[in-house]
Nanobody, 125 residues
Framework: EQLVESGGGLVQAGGSLRLSCAASGFGIDSWAIGWFRQAPGKRREGVACTSDRDGRTYYADSVKGRFTVSRDNAKNTVYVQMNSLNPKGTAVYYC???????????????????WGPGTQATVSS
């Protein structure tokens, strides 16, 4: 069971990136999947989460209105569309599975597991 992130890259401030989180070994239809990011020297912080129960999505205040998380259960993949990026968005982005089945609204990293290797997003000013 694993998750693998992709889609990172270098983008100018104001630009967009779309990250993908591909699952294997399990079906995401039974799990909430969250996106997190970690900048150098900082803690891993929650960005967005998509619930498996009711289709609800949750966002950190810092990305509301700019990021959109979505899932395609048929492709077993979760996405995050990131618009209006700024240099504060420079980080390694990870996706994880909510093993607590109650962590999605709170975006707490310790409720998630099966982290992928991450994908680097760099936003230049």
């Amino acid at each position: 069971e694993q998750l693998v992130e992709s889609g990172g890259g270098l983008v100018q401030a104001g630009g967009s990136l779309r990250l993908s989180c591909a699952a294997s070994g399990f079906g995401i239809d039974s799990w909430a999947i969250g996106w997190f990011r970690q900048a150098p020297g900082k803690r891993r912080e929650g960005v967005a989460c998509t619930s498996d129960r009711d289709g609800r999505t949750y966002y950190a205040d810092s990305v509301k209105g700019r990021f959109t998380v979505s899932r395609d259960n048929a492709k077993n993949t979760v996405y995050v569309q990131m618009n209006s990026l700024n240099p504060k968005g420079t980080a390694v982005y990870y996706c994880g599975r909510d093993y607590s089945h109650d962590g999605c609204p709170y975006l707490q990293a310790n409720s998630f597991q099966r982290w992928g290797p991450g994908t680097q997003a760099t936003v230049s000013s």
